[in-house]
Nanobody, 119 residues
Framework: QVQLVESGGGLVQAGGSLRLSCAAS????????MGWYRQAPGKQRELVAV???????NYGDSVKGRFTISRDNAKSTVYLQMNSLKPEDTAVYYC?????????????WGQGTQVTVSS
């Protein structure tokens, strides 16, 4: 069982920065994917950024060029550096991990951390 614990959310003014952290139990270098999703009130959960076990990254269109995902395998932690924040970035941000064993796939989610960007 993988546990994911997010931290780093808060209130920031537009144009500011925040860094989210996701601490995972287990060896994240063996995880197929880790990433960040977000959900704003009344909207569907959407992809923010993912990073594969090989280090490849992918970003949602709305955050490209502003957000950066990275990971520290030694600390079993994934980070999301968020710069040039906009009010529309306001959402609950969730950390996610995908672990596969053969044909079996397990998805894990953190409890979420609130990010609020004021205009």
């Amino acid at each position: 069982q993988v546990q994911l614990v997010e931290s780093g959310g808060g209130l920031v003014q537009a144009g500011g920065s925040l860094r989210l952290s996701c601490a995972a139990s287990g060896n994240i270098s063996s995880f197929n994917f880790m990433g960040w999703y977000r959900q704003a009130p009344g909207k569907q959960r959407e992809l923010v950024a993912v990073i594969t076990s090989g280090g490849s990254t992918n970003y949602g269109d709305s955050v490209k060029g502003r957000f950066t995902i990275s990971r520290d395998n030694a600390k079993s932690t994934v980070y999301l550096q968020m710069n040039s924040l906009k009010p529309e970035d306001t959402a609950v941000y969730y950390c996610a991990a995908v672990v596969t064993h053969g044909l079996a796939r397990n998805d894990y989610w953190g409890q979420g951390t609130q990010v609020t960007v004021s205009s």
